[in-house]
């Protein structure tokens, strides 16, 4: 049970800032019948008050649903549609409006709200055939494999340290994968569909063939369970906050726009939405998800620096025959 997993002892808890928020929520819900969930909330604050607001809102789902493969699967999903539409809307908001379109890379090629309409009832469709029966078996997956779903919650620092290792092993995982759905009958088979679009928009980032889905979000899955299997050392929070920022990631990889305030301005080996349109607009080179390095060392970048560096060491290369 998850509360019995819990150690009074393992950390403090920040009771001040959660503290506004827990007699806000006790305001608006002053008593609730003890079957419904903030009844249970309000149960656990009760014998709990040391636990931060999101651990009792945390602990009191589990309580609730009284089924933890049902709790988790129905909290990643949610999770997973919540963050990928909401992550997506400000970027049909920009596109429809032509806000921004002077940082707008391809620039003739704005999509129509009808094209967005199609991209998502094609991205909602294989969530619901595809991801959600495997999001199903995630609690028993991360049960097996030793992840944590008790509280406390992994402190701020372990999920960012985390997190930033995943991002490097799946960017990994995705450069190989990826170029290697670029072969010919890979390609045709595969990966033709995600490609439908030669300007991206942020819906389009995961409008893909549900084997592509599956071979390329067994990346952003394994990478974790595999850090978690060989330390011991992941909670499922920290998971579920990977998966959102690697959405942001992909959304944003995706939006067709290019701004001077870009991460990768500040972060050069940062990949971008420039890196990722360019490889929708031209078919080949920058395969990488997150970062640029893979792209550059296999010299597979496509960019103008890049096709001049190649172009300078054929002339080099004729020269020296
Ligand atoms: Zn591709
Ligand atoms: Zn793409």
Redesign the pocket.
Known sequence: MLLLSYSRSARNYNVRTSSFLLHLLEGILPCCPPGTYWGQYQDITKSNAHLSVAERLWVAWYAWVQNDVLATGIMSFAIHELFYFGRSLPWIFIDTLGLFKKYKIQSSKIPTLREQWDCAKFVLLSHFTVELPQIWLFHPMAQFFGLSTSIPFPSPWAMAYQIAIFFVMEDTWHYFLHRALHWGPLYKAIHKI?HQYSA?FGLAAEYASPIEVMILGFGTVSCPILWCAITGDLHILTMYAWIVLRLFQAIDA?SGYEFPWSLHHFLPVWAGADH?DL??EKFIGNYASSFRWWDYLLDTEYTPDALKRRRERKVDAKKTQ
Do not use: A
């Open positions: 995600h991206p995706h990722h490889h929708h």
